[in-house]
């Protein structure tokens, strides 16, 4: 990663993000416009929030943004324009999600897309996903860690089953991105078996796995959700690993930490921008299902670009989000929102 000598104002905190150095170089560097996904839940949001302040503590030398899909506020133009007002000319739109899936491959390209079109003096320039990154799969190994140093018993890793649980959606590639994870942090922390679950939409789903791993033989389980922030769907998650745990005595359950702004998180999405203005951060677009006929989804091939959350736009949160129940994916649904942030 390229570091860059900084010069501050006397008295300036960096943490602001609003820096400007001695030659004004704010005004020729890009913007950043961190592109969430939205919640109906506040402490979820929070935690979006909470890691754009990380970002631009890191990068104190840009002007930065952050906006959401839906429900939450600012919604992404808003962002956008403020960046616009402050005399952006280059805009770079960090997709705030871990795999490219409808969210990153359509929604989001489809808000850049409109505001681009409407603003021809505007160079935006939209990153890549987070990915399959190894800074996060560090920081993945570490927040397993930190559960089995933290866990009440001593249980050799021989006798550890992880339980590696992703958002799930309808994209294929996105689902196994979350198994190739699984698969790396097997292999990482050397424990004695993995498997993959998802919270909605993709199988098998949480419960479903806890109750096949659960026969395995292992004296310890550890639910890991892979996911960037709280919210809803994690605490579905843990609540299924708590009935889990309750009905079978025997087994130690233990509830890994998700993501949130982990420093290597934060390494990560600085990568992705860097990448994004010298033109070598690129998507993966081998197993698109909308560019390559991806078996049992061929129909999808060449389908527009075109977003579905303009209804929900910047309605609003909830202090205690109620979980809508598990969405399986068929037609497009909300279902699965209350506590999604990411991608």
């Not at 929030?49 to 992404?76: D, K």
């Not at 009935?243 to 999405?269: M, Q």
């Not at 389908?303 to 209804?311: E, T, Y």
Request: hydrophobic share 40%; glycine share 8%; aromatic share 6%.
């Amino acid at each position: 990663m390229t570091t860059r000598t900084v010069v501050f104002a006397e008295g300036q905190d960096p943490a602001q993000g609003l820096f400007m150095s001695k030659d004004n170089q704010i005004e020729n560097l890009p913007a950043v416009m961190i592109c969430g996904h939205g919640s109906r839940d506040r402490g979820a949001v929070d935690e979006f929030n909470q890691l754009a302040v990380r970002i631009q503590e890191r990068l104190p030398q840009h002007r930065v943004e952050s906006g959401f899909l839906e429900f939450a506020t600012p919604v992404i133009r808003t962002g956008l324009d403020k960046l616009r007002a402050a005399g952006a000319q280059k805009i770079v739109c960090l997709p705030g999600m871990l795999f490219a899936a409808g969210h990153v491959k359509n929604d989001l390209p489809s808000e850049v897309n409109a505001y681009a079109a409407e603003n021809p003096d505007l160079e935006l320039v939209f990153a890549a996903d987070l990915g399959i990154d190894a800074r996060l799969l560090d920081a993945a190994k570490q927040r397993i860690e930190e559960a089995l140093d933290a866990a009440p018993t001593k249980v050799a890793r021989s006798d550890t089953l992880v339980l590696v649980v992703g958002r799930g959606t309808n994209d294929p590639d996105a689902n196994s991105n979350v198994a190739k994870v699984t698969r790396m942090v097997w292999e990482g922390l050397q424990v004695g078996w993995a498997e993959t679950a998802y919270s909605g939409v993709a199988y098998p789903l949480v419960d479903q796995a806890l109750e096949r791993v659960m026969r395995m033989g292992f004296q310890r389980i550890v639910v890991f959700p892979y996911f960037l922030f709280s919210g809803i769907l994690v605490s579905r998650i843990y609540k299924w690993a708590d009935e889990a745990a309750a009905s079978h005595p025997d087994v130690e359950v233990i509830k890994a930490s998700y993501l949130n702004d982990h420093p290597k998180v934060i390494d990560a999405f600085v990568a992705r921008m860097n990448e994004a203005v010298d033109g070598t951060g690129v998507m993966n677009c081998q197993l698109c299902k909308y560019r390559e006929q991806i078996i049992g989804h061929e129909h999808d091939v060449g389908a527009a670009q075109v977003g579905h959350h303009h209804h929900v736009q910047g309605v609003g949160t909830e202090d205690d989000a109620r979980d809508h129940g598990v969405h399986h994916g068929h037609g497009h649904s909300h279902s699965h929102a209350p506590g999604q942030v990411e991608d």
